[in-house]
């Protein structure tokens, strides 16, 4: 029998949270991309999937080289979204709706047109003369280390204004801040306060380990061989200088200090790289840093495993000042999961057994829009492409344009996106999965999608509880969770063959694609509850 979830948690904990892509969820004008206005005509479908929270990916004024992750002004609204007035009727919607408001910050660099940068680049005397990071050539005129980007070639680029070289961890375009300033920190939690000030309900922090930079410039090393092909210059290094600085929990730690002024604010952390899970848990230390992080474990898997679960869930034991995990299974940087992790003839059945254990996993569950209708990576065509790491690299990097593609409403010709040519084009096979169809069909991955949501909240220990037990053995996945005298016992099929079940006791609360106590046939499930 189900029970009651907690009230005495914070709202965040155990939420599900859903990703938009701004430029690709609704088009309100008919230019072709997706807006804030857009977004508000559609957040009662977001609301009626049993959604906590809406994270909005940037959208603030850029020249859009990277597509808002290269800010030029953290306090405005780019105008192909909209303006200010436009987010507010947005934040006014979504709380309407019981929809918190996350936003996507990025603090590590900005836009070389942002007038910070336009100012430090000037002279070397000006008030913000250092708070981006310039270093002087080396003798022979290289850059001042040899650090690489990750959108590949040198982390240094010269400018003739002021002799000196700057850092950009990512485009050139996208010029680092000097987090170790003091005024660039208190600008930055200027920013916060301002869209605090104005409702939103929380940030995601794009990037956060690139914040601080190695002051001596040290030169990284070379990375051993691990196997996986190095298509970029990035890869060759241990990125031990140019990143995860040990300053940066510090900095963290005055954003909490901000964020405690406003009831209910929620923080979550972008965090790649080799050494994730110790940054992760430095970032979330106790009650003054983040609340949560979340790293690439499942966005780059190529495929989806018993013993990734379960190691996954291991890097997050129940355990006091660790922080809450947030996952995600895809994201606006990866390709869609349904296209990494199985067959075209498997994806009905293996979108169910995803999408139910997304809801399974301990921490907060991140569907990215469209991922509720199984959409699938779209093969975007060079002259298309509009990602500049995959232009740089082609045709060796999968774009991450495919899995950015225009939200099918309905089946009309611009699948109800707005416009009739689109930024990206919708997919062919994705038209063909849109929300109108879905809606009027009870067995739709939609349909579940909203039933597996309300079976996480209505149950504490799939909300919010303990992982007691996680094995694995070949592709069966075998979880106990236990809240609030409530214990739950998870069985995923992860293969493509049927697997016998000897030992499956207690009440069915769920069985996805012809699971019994008996056998899980290819990609099924069974969430049983058993006696206290």
């Known amino acids: ?199 939103v309900d929380g940030y995601r922090i794009d990037a956060l380990n690139f914040a601080m930079h190695d002051p001596q410039l040290r030169d990284n090393p070379p990375a051993p061989e691990n196997g996986k092909p190095r298509t970029r210059p990035f890869d060759f290094q241990l990125k031990k200088y140019n990143q995860s600085h040990e300053g940066i929990p510090t900095f963290i730690a005055r954003i909490r200090a901000l964020t405690d002024e406003f009831n209910g604010v929620f923080t979550v952390a972008e965090v790649g790289g080799d050494d994730a899970v110790r940054e992760m848990r430095l970032f979330t230390d106790g009650e003054t840093h983040l609340n949560s992080a979340y790293s690439f474990n499942f966005l780059y898997a190529e495929k989806l495993t018993p013993e990734l679960v379960c190691q996954s869930l291991a890097e997050w034991p129940d355990e006091e000042r660790l922080g809450w995990p947030s996952w995600a299974f895809e994201n606006h940087d990866t390709p869609r999961a349904l296209s990494r992790w199985c067959a075209p003839e498997e994806r009905e059945a293996f979108a169910r057994l995803k999408m139910l254990l997304l809801m399974s996993l301990r921490g907060n569950a991140i569907i990215y829009y469209g991922e509720e209708l199984g959409l699938t990576q779209v093969d975007i065509p060079f002259d298309q492409l509009h990602d500049p790491e995959a232009i740089a690299n082609w045709p060796l990097t999968l774009s991450r344009d495919g899995a950015r593609t225009p939200m099918p409403w309905n089946s009309s010709a611009c699948a109800g996106f707005g416009s009739t040519e689109p930024w990206l084009p919708v997919g062919e096979d994705n038209r063909t999965r849109p929300v109108e169809a879905q809606e009027a069909d009870e067995t739709s991955l939609l349909a579940f999608t909203r039933a597996a949501i309300a079976l996480r909240k209505a149950n504490p220990a799939m909300h919010h509880g303990a992982v007691t037990e996680c094995r694995h053995e070949g592709d069966l996945l075998v979880m106990r969770r236990e809240a609030d005298g409530q214990i739950l016992e998870f069985r995923f099929n992860l293969g493509g063959s049927t697997l016998p079940l000897e030992d499956c006791q207690g009440a069915p609360l769920m069985t996805i694609n012809g699971a019994s106590q008996s056998e899980l046939p290819a990609h099924a499930a069974i969430i049983t509850e058993m006696s206290a």
């Open 1 to 199: 029998m189900s029970a009651n979830i907690a009230s005495d948690l914070p709202w965040w904990k155990g939420a599900t949270i859903y990703q938009i892509y701004p430029r690709s969820f609704m088009d309100s004008n008919g230019d072709g991309i997706g807006d804030l206005p857009g977004i508000t005509q559609r957040l009662p479908h977001v609301a009626d999937l049993g959604i906590d929270c809406i994270w909005i990916s940037p959208f603030f004024k850029s020249p859009m080289k990277d597509f808002g992750y290269d800010v030029s002004d953290y306090r405005d609204v780019d105008p192909i979204f909209g303006d200010l007035a436009d987010f507010d009727r947005l934040v006014a919607r979504a709380h309407e709706l019981g929809l918190r408001v996350l936003i996507d910050q990025v603090y590590s660099h900005t836009s070389d047109e942002h007038p910070w940068f336009e100012e430090s680049r000037a002279s070397r005397e000006n008030a913000k003369h250092d708070w981006y990071v310039w270093a002087d050539a080396k003798p022979d005129g290289s850059p001042p280390s040899n650090w690489q980007s990750v959108f590949g070639g040198p982390a240094w680029t010269w400018d003739a204004r002021r002799g000196q070289y700057y850092l950009h961890n990512f485009l050139s375009s996208q010029p680092q801040l000097n987090l170790h300033n003091r005024d660039v920190q208190d600008a930055i939690l200027d920013v916060m306060r301002f869209w605090l000030e104005r409702g």
